[in-house]
Structures are given as C-alpha cells and as structure tokens.
C-alpha cells in the first residue's frame, strides 16, 4: 500500500533530474531540424522532437526553460541542494540527481563548440551538413541515454556510466 507507492515516488523523483538534459538537448533536435541539408523528406529528428515537444507535452517546459535566464539558475541550485546534497534523501535519487546534472554539464561543451564557434547559420553548406550530422547523433545519443538511465532508476538497478556514474557517486 503506503509503502509501495513512496517507493514509486521516489524512484520516479530520481527521473525529474534527466529532464535537464533532456532540455539541453531538445535544443539540438530542434536546430538539426532546421538545419537539414536534405531538401526532400523528414530529417531524421523531426519525428522525436516532434514526439517529446507534443505528445510528452515538453513544449511548455521547454519555453520555460529557455524564457527563463537567471532563474534557471535558481532552481537549478535548489535542485541540488534538495536533491543531491540531502543525505535524508534515498542513495539512489541522490546517484541519478546528480548524474542527471553532471550530463547536462557534459551537454554545454558540445552546445558551446556548435553555437558559439562554429555558428550553423553563418558556415557553409559542407560545415553545415557536418553539424546536422552532429547534432542528430548527440541528439539521439543523449535521448537514448536518459531514457536508459530513467530505466535504471524506475528499476532501481545500479549502472555505470564511464566517468559519470564514478563522479556521481562521490
């Protein structure tokens, strides 16, 4: 009864942390959306991004997300410290809460590299092509990897992510 459903609630609060980078990386589908060098068809991520943005309802979180500036930041913080600092907190919600960050960390160097240095709007159609290449692998990468992670915690299974998992579980 009681105790079955605050396990199912605390192993799903162990998935609200891969919303992160599920975020970060929504901005990559959306973008290799546009960025398609293909004239016919639908590029490969449209379907997914399509997917998570309507049918999980995503949109609205992910303007918020972007609106949001400073703020993030805010709650960001807040989620740490409620999430993966608090010792009251089960191991393994501290354990995904805190590889949950530490991948959406790994997301911003990629996201820094494709936006801020090689600028997709402003290259050439060869750069372009290889960024649409890019940012489709990351993208599917990245989803498949939340989702294998939020199947572990739902599971309540140990995983082991190279250097995440090492530098969650410190």
């Known amino acids: 009864g009681a105790l079955l459903d605050r396990m199912l609630l605390l192993r799903l609060g162990a998935c609200v942390g891969y919303l992160l980078p599920l975020l970060n990386v929504l901005d990559f589908g959306e973008i290799s959306v546009s960025l398609s060098p293909y004239p016919l068809g639908v590029p490969a991520s449209q379907p997914v991004v399509d997917f998570m943005q309507n049918t999980l309802k995503m949109r609205f979180l992910y303007n918020a997300y972007l609106k949001s500036g400073y703020y993030f930041l805010i709650i960001w913080f807040l989620f740490i410290q409620l999430a993966v600092r608090n010792k ?3 191991y393994y919600v501290r354990f995904h809460s ?9 997301m911003s160097v990629p996201q820094q590299v494709f936006f801020a240095v090689l600028n997709p709007w402003e290259s050439g159609l060869p750069v372009q092509k290889l960024m649409y290449h890019a940012m489709v692998s990351i993208f599917f990468f ?5 989702t294998y992670c939020c199947l572990c915690a739902v599971r309540k299974r140990p995983m082991q992510l190279p250097l995440v998992s ?5």
């Open 98 to 106: 805190s590889q949950a960050i530490l991948i959406s960390m790994l």
């Open 166 to 170: 090492e530098a969650a579980a410190m």
């Open 142 to 146: 990245v989803v498949a990897l939340v």
């Open 88 to 90: 009251a907190a089960p």
